[in-house]
């Protein structure tokens, strides 16, 4: 991380919902970096209830294929209560149609997996600056 820009949360919340546990790690290991508060969960139902239980989230880093719920579902239903509350979608695959869809869904943003960090890093400083 040293030559990132040296970015600072302190006061955000911000919600990671990956099924992978080396992706979770991977993102986790960057944003602790920020200061933000992080919190994970592995499905669509745990982030819908997630959020409804913590209204004071700021972003979610949404994937999309996600057991039992997926994401543009959990998307839609998270919106649909807490509308100020940044998604931004990530999947492994790189459909145009996935990325209407997840716009579509409420998602502010879409990014591709691997996710570039710096790009990631920047989408967010966006968002919560």
Known sequence: MEDQPNYRWNSKNILVVEDDESSAFLLGTFLKETGASISFTTDGNEAVDFVRQHPETDLVLMDILLPDKDGFTAT????????DVVIIAQ????????????????CDAYLTKPLNMSLLLDKIDGYLS
């Open 91 to 106: 999947t492994a695959y790189a459909f145009s149609m996935d990325h209407r869809e997840a716009l579509k869904a409420g």
């Open 76 to 83: 839609r239903e998270i919106k649909s209560f807490a509308r």
